[in-house]
Nanobody
């Protein structure tokens, strides 16, 4: 059974930082593309960043230079370091794991950025 468990969300002031974690089980972690998505109220879910098993990364233009995605294959864990957070980035952040013909989602973690 695949499980993706996010942690690290919370309330932070604008300009602050948070580090999200996603612990995975039930998959061969190192072989899969992992990603962080977010969904704000009334908006569609959007990709924030993704990382391949080999460490290649992709970022949404809006977070480039401020967010860093990383993974520790030995710990089956993915991270998202978020710096210089903005109020408009308040959202539920989801962990995603993707294989050739499947994908799984975590339950999400709330990030609230106050102005």
């Amino acid at each position: 059974q695949v499980q993706l468990v996010e942690s690290g969300g919370g309330l932070v002031q604008a300009g602050g930082s948070l580090r999200l974690s996603c612990a995975a089980s039930g998959i061969i972690f190192s072989r899969n593309v992992m990603g962080w998505y977010r969904q704000a109220p009334g908006k569609q879910r959007e990709l924030v960043a993704s990382i391949t098993g080999g460490g290649y990364t992709n970022y949404a233009d809006s977070v480039k230079g401020r967010f860093t995605i990383s993974r520790d294959n030995a710990k089956n864990t993915m991270y998202l370091q978020m710096n210089s957070l903005k109020p408009e980035e308040t959202a539920v952040y989801y962990c995603n794991a993707r294989g050739p013909i499947w994908e799984h989602w975590g339950q999400g973690t709330q990030v609230t950025v106050s102005s």
